[in-house]
């Protein structure tokens, strides 16, 4: 497996031998042992942010986005309208998602390069009271912002509105803390900053706010009430489940809790960007977000200014050299993106960056 690239994207991830070696066994999805996974993977998402006192659990099958959907559908009644500031594309798709199931919707645009501000979440809940639900993405993984979670959630909470919180690429990373931030849900995933394969979402649900969501699903697989009255009642998944990526999840989490949790995952996660942005810069890469709002997950940079840049024709050389970069989300500007998450190899960030180094060197000769 030497020959396999490593991924530095958002998700999918390259996640550990130890890992990987943890799907080559078969469950049933009614067996007692395999369910027991699912009871401690459910409990340890919990931990995480210190929410097993107040708030459930529920996983779902598929990509990140099944669990946005199905959390916007189950906890937001037929009635409801959601609040969506909005600076990226994993915010539209929430707006979109509100469409798509009929829910009421009102945005607060930002440019691509700025993060959502308390105060005018503050103010656009001042002048609604029809708003009902703010949803926020924690790690705006488009151009990789970090939105202020903390200051929102208080705002939100003063209000007496619901808070949803996408955070697919921050969870298990950075801070996110039941005890002192009040949210009606937080959404993630199997393959991102936990560093199990893709395959499951999952939503940490206020248990009052989850008792109560009875009815509300447009769709009968989406359904996170019926999901958790199943699941409780029997210890099993509704339908079937993704068996292997549940035991390859409950692996990676063990790695997680071994390496020191959240908080060393985060540091991890930090030391990468800050070697990444370092790096790149002494390559005349520029990053594209000033520093204050760079979440330590992805960095977009500027494309090279060499002449006859073409991502493709990048990417191709890079990958060639070992690493697999991911293309820019920028709706004007040209740019490509480097993730900072994920088993990055003997060599870490600094391989990664000597593979540009490279790459740079040979389409700069060429010009
Ligand atoms: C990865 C991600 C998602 C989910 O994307 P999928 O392709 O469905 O896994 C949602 N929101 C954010 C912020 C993400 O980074």
Known sequence: MTDTPILLTPGPLTISMRTKQSMLRDWGSWDADFNRITGRVRERLLDIVHARDTHECVPLQGSGTFSVEAAIGTLVPRSGHV??????????????????????????????????????????????????????????????????????????????????VDAMSSFGALEIDARTMRFDAVIAASGKCLEGPPGMGFVIVRREVLEKAEGNSHSLAMDLYDQWVYMKKTTQWRFTPPTHVVAAFDAAIEQFLEEGGRQARGARYAANCRQLIEGMAGLGLKSFLPAAIQAPIIVTFHAPPTPGYEFKAFYNAVKARGYILYPGKLTTLETFRVGCMGQMGERGILGAVDAVRQVLAALNAAA
């Open 83 to 164: 609040l969506v500031p909005q600076n990226g594309a994993y915010c539209q798709r929430i707006a979109r998602i509100c469409r798509v199931l009929g829910r009421a919707h009102t945005t607060i645009d930002y440019p691509e390069d700025a993060a959502v501000s308390a105060a005018d979440v503050d103010r656009a809940l001042a002048a609604n009271p029809a708003i009902t639900h703010v949803a926020l993405v924690h790690c705006e993984t488009s151009a990789g912002i970090l939105n202020p979670l903390a200051a929102v959630a208080e705002v939100v909470a003063r209000h007496g509105r619901g808070l949803i």
